[in-house]
């Protein structure tokens, strides 16, 4: 998201080094709805990786708690569940030998993610572990989608799609080995004023930005909007 001449690149690529591990971790709601005790017991597993420490009421294998976003213990690593934060299942391995895990919505059990894979190698009990090849989606608390996300050999490739809660697109990027490159597209919440353009290797060929009434907005109007876009996203995100 950028040009290097005015330095948005360099900005871009420090805040989605900031915000994007933490796509694999979200937030919120009560315990006892999820059917989870308060203090889950360890039980061995041949299969996961790492210990049980307990069933959901769906009788998924639950390996980790986090805390919830917004508190000291955001993102923080428990042994039993935390109000207003989510749990992660393991899920087996998949033919490549690669980890699969899914996180969940602690209040309501629904899922927070579609099932994702991580390397063998990878910490699964890391709240920003990414996933490592495929497509992963991400949900609402209603189940409704928040966004479409794709990975190859952990890095983000292809279109990375993100919803508004009434499930129009608040913005499109495409990625190539973690590098901005292809068409990009933001609207800013809550109005119509939006921007759009094409990368190249993390740096901007070409951008745009409209206003409300859709006239034409100046360059540097475009590049804040563009770099706000990701802001916007992880202010919902961790709503």
């Given at each position: ?28 709601v ?17 299969d ?23 508190t000291?213990?955001e ?20 033919a490549?030998g ?8 602690q ?7 579609s ?19 495929g497509?992963?989606t ?24 993100y ?8 913005s499109v990027y ?9 068409p990009?597209?933001a ?7 939006r921007v ?5 290797d993390?740096?901007?060929v ?16 475009a590049?804040?909007?563009l ?9 919902d995100?961790f709503?």
């Amino acid at each position: 998201m950028t040009t290097r001449s005015t330095g948005l690149c360099n900005k871009w690529t420090m805040l989605t080094m900031a915000v994007l591990p933490l796509l694999v971790a979200c937030q919120s709601v009560p315990t006892q709805e999820a059917g989870l005790s308060k203090q889950a017991t360890a039980v061995a597993s041949q299969d996961a990786p790492v210990p049980v420490l307990g069933k959901d009421a769906k009788g998924h294998s639950i390996i980790a708690f986090f805390g919830a976003p917004d508190t000291d213990s955001e993102g923080s690593l428990f042994k039993e569940a935390q109000q207003g934060g989510f749990y992660r299942v393991y899920k087996g391995k998949n033919a490549a030998g690669q980890l699969q895990v899914q996180d969940f919505y602690q209040a309501n059990g629904a899922p927070q993610t579609s099932v994702f894979v991580v390397d063998p190698a990878a910490n699964v009990l890391d709240w920003a572990v990414l996933p490592q090849d495929g497509q992963i989606t991400f949900y609402r608390p209603n189940g409704a989608v928040r966004g479409v996300t794709t990975y190859q050999q952990g890095k983000l490739e292809g279109k990375d799609i993100y919803y508004n809660a009434d499930g129009t697109e608040r913005s499109v990027y495409t990625w190539r080995n973690d590098l901005l490159d292809g068409p990009f597209f933001a609207q800013y919440p809550g109005s119509q004023s939006r921007v759009e353009g094409v990368a190249k290797d993390d740096a901007i060929v070409s951008i745009k930005a409209f206003d409300d009434r859709g006239q034409p907005l100046p360059q540097e109007d475009a590049e804040r909007m563009l770099e706000a876009s990701m802001i916007f996203w992880y202010d919902d995100i961790f709503q």
